[in-house]
């Protein structure tokens, strides 16, 4: 147990190692089913991790192009005891929306539903178990990369109306409004976002189209942003273009999860960057591919969740319900409970 590096969920096993020594202390015949069965067999509350999964737009097997539909559910995954729920609903159903955490508290930001693209933000408490609204953004956006920093969200990017964004909104939780604090260095949509020590990591690689479409140009890089300084600079790029993927940080990598690109459809292929080796390397795949994925690092472990698979014949790709966990001392991908709605393009969040 010394050897586990992440804090919390060397205690959770702590505890159960504890209570299973107590357990088989006892004259009982049963002792592993009284062990599993003991209340006192679970982990301490703040060892306790939740995942939620929030918005997306949902299309299930057979259906058209058109009958995409927005959600507004939203559910929650022990991730100790593996099972899903439902809890309160988004006000406003939305897909391609950012989800960050900060005081405790998730946010649901910007999105969009039926072409209507939102500056409203939500904030869901999770001792009352609502979710309220709080001040709106100055742009409207979908598609835009979030994350939380020096206890306040950021909101990079994405489709500001007609065109693709690059200013940088940041949110004061105790001041409860938006500012305008800066620029991206390129305007990006559908990118993988998250922040490591006190910086925000930008993840995207696609070949992108002018709104003429007479040329297109190719944008290979991975950006870092520092807040404090308000500079951007280069990391090296990906080795497989990608967008609409997936990125968390753990354990001081940062992980580029599936995504899409134009010559590949929906991707499985993950890769890992290497502060070290100042470079990416690829790491096992998922089990299926995943475009509009979500990600989320808890417990030293990556959590990939919904997305969408490759379609075939020119069909409307499916939405996925399906969960995958990475365990990166096995390199290895592990298929666990899935969600209860199928999902793409949501948003999740720990607490």
């Known amino acids: ?27 009982k015949e049963n002792k592993v089913s009284s062990f599993l069965q003991a209340s006192k067999g679970r982990p301490r509350r703040k060892a306790r991790k939740y995942l939620y999964a929030v918005g997306g737009y949902t299309r299930l097997q057979g259906g058209r192009w058109s009958d995409s539909r927005a959600l507004s559910c939203v559910e929650r995954f022990d991730t100790f005891s593996h099972y899903w729920t439902t809890v309160s609903s988004l006000h406003q159903a939305r897909s391609g929306l950012g989800v960050a955490v900060v005081g405790g508290m998730v946010y649901a930001i910007g999105g969009e539903d039926n072409s209507m693209i939102f500056d409203c933000t939500e904030c869901y408490d999770p001792v009352t178990k609502q979710w309220t609204t709080v001040a709106s953004m100055n ?64 993840v995207w690689d696609l070949v992108s189209y002018t709104h003429l479409d007479v040329y297109k140009r190719q944008l290979r ?18 080795g497989t273009r990608r967008a609409y993927l997936g990125v968390a940080a753990l354990n ?28 990416w390397v690829e790491v096992a795949s998922m089990k299926i591919p995943r475009a509009g994925v979500c990600v989320v690092a808890v417990n030293g472990l990556l959590y990939a969740s919904g997305g969408r698979a490759p379609s075939p014949d020119f069909a409307a790709p499916v939405t996925s319900d399906s969960v995958e966990v990475y365990n990166p001392h096995m390199d290895s991908w592990t298929e666990i409970a899935n969600m209860i709605t199928s999902r793409c393009e949501g948003g999740v969040a720990v607490l």
């Open 139 to 202: 742009h409207p956006r979908c598609a835009l990369g979030v994350c939380t920093c020096y206890g306040a969200i950021y909101a990079l990017g994405g489709w500001v109306g007609a065109e693709i964004g690059n200013t940088i909104e940041r949110f004061d939780p105790e001041e409860n409004s938006w500012d305008v604090v800066g620029s991206m260095a390129k305007p990006r949509y559908c990118f993988g976002c998250c922040e490591m020590q006190g910086l925000i990591y930008v």
């Open 252 to 279: 001081d990598c940062i992980y580029a999860v599936g995504g899409w690109n134009e010559s590949q459809d929906a991707l499985a292929s993950v890769e890992r960057y290497s502060f070290e080796e100042e470079k």
């Open 1 to 27: 147990l010394e050897g586990i590096p992440d804090f919390s969920l060397r205690v959770a096993l702590q505890t159960l190692l504890k209570e299973y020594c107590e357990v088989s202390k006892s004259p």
């Open 221 to 238: 890089s991975v950006e870092v942003y520092d807040p404090i300084s308000k500079r951007w600079s280069e990391l090296a790029p990906m």
